[in-house]
């Protein structure tokens, strides 16, 4: 069963403009989402957070949107750079204090 | 000190090897993970060690076997592997309670295994 789903395996955007990675979750007692970027061969690098009683947190270009009633949440990337270009999780943790991970997006930046 | 060290990067060993892999942290986690990540797939745990102690196992086969020698150390050691388990072997750290829920896990950069 998997509880935190991102349904668009890749996205290609182009340098400049806005980049949208969705993500959509099943159980209703996450306290918390996180975004994660990954480059190949390295680690996941912690990129943004949002509680559950939040529906909006902003970090610089990153924008991170919490909609509970439909259990869909949002990553916003303005404007998108190059360097961008990385997989993308979403995360949550889950009541047994576990961080549940999605299947990652593939965002590609072209200039 | 705000990183998670691997070592080693890479490791390429037999099915009949024992190899063991390191990570080390000093930011005063005191929670530690051990996560496998095959290619296109997400992370996925294997064991949580708190406070030093193992809290949780994912029936994880016994060929890998954890230990947690102190707060900073975390080592995953292996022994009669299979091609299969070939894949990123990732550590991670966070702060206990709400301020890990906050910023959750700081990862390292992996271990790249090949079993052959």
């Known amino acids: 069963d998997q509880q935190v789903k991102q349904n668009s395996p890749s996205l290609s955007v182009q340098e400049g403009r806005i980049s949208i990675l969705n993500c959509d979750y099943t159980n209703s007692m996450f306290d918390y989402f996180l975004w994660y970027k990954k480059y190949p061969a390295e680690g996941p690098t912690f990129l943004i957070s949002i509680s559950s009683i939040k529906d909006k947190n902003e970090d610089g270009r990153f924008t991170v949107f919490l909609n509970k009633s439909a259990k869909h949440l949002s990553l916003h990337i303005v404007p998108s750079q190059p360097g961008d270009s990385a997989v993308y999780f979403c995360?949550?943790?889950?009541?047994?204090?576990?961080?549940?991970f999605g299947t990652g997006t593939r965002l590609q930046v072209f200039p | 000190d705000t990183e998670v060290t691997q070592t080693p990067k890479h490791l390429v060993m037999g099915m009949t090897n024992k190899k063991s892999l390191k990570c080390e942290q000093h930011?005063?986690?005191?929670?530690m993970y051990w996560y496998k990540q095959k290619a296109k797939k997400p992370p996925e745990l294997m064991f949580v060690?708190?406070?030093?102690?193992?809290?949780i196992n994912e029936s994880v086969p016994s060929r890998f076997s954890p230990e947690c020698p102190n707060s900073s150390l975390l080592n995953l050691h292996l022994h009669a592997l299979q091609p299969e388990d070939s894949a990123l072997y990732l550590c991670?750290?966070?702060?206990?309670?709400?301020?890990?829920?906050?910023?959750?896990?700081?990862f390292g950069s992996g271990t790249r295994l090949t079993v052959v």
């Open positions: 930011m005063g986690h005191r929670a």
């Open positions: 991670a750290s966070s702060q206990e309670g709400s301020p890990g829920h906050l910023y959750g896990y700081t």
């Open positions: 060690y708190s406070y030093e102690k193992l809290s």
């Open positions: 995360a949550g943790w889950d009541y047994t204090d576990k961080l549940i």
